[in-house]
């Protein structure tokens, strides 16, 4: 079973960066589509990105063009660098993976998550 770790998350000003990352161990990254989630204080978790086994992304049209999903099969680890951020992008951010599949936006497809990590953006 993956264990998946973020890392990356804190405070930041509207229009700054972060840069997430998630860190896999256990087993053999490559085999596993990677995706971002995040859940807002009150709100459902909802997707952000996704990146395929081959490298395919995926994103959710409220980040579109500001953030950026990538893998390094070397490093096992998985990023998501966030530009121009807005208050409505404030939540915990969550990394899963999902064996084999193709990096979809349904939670139900992965099958490990992280345990999440906070991401806050003052206006």
Known sequence: QVQLVESGGGLVQTG?????????????????AMGWFRQAPGKEREFVAAISRSGITNYADSVKGRFTISRDN???????QTNSLKPED??????????????TIRERDYDAWGRGIQVTVSS
């Open 74 to 80: 070397a490093k096992n680890t998985v990023y998501l």
């Open 90 to 103: 404030t939540g915990v951010y969550y990394c899963a993976a999902d064996l084999y599949g193709p990096g």
């Open 16 to 32: 700054g960066s972060l840069r997430l990352s998630c860190a896999a161990s256990g087993t053999t990254f490559s085999r596993y």
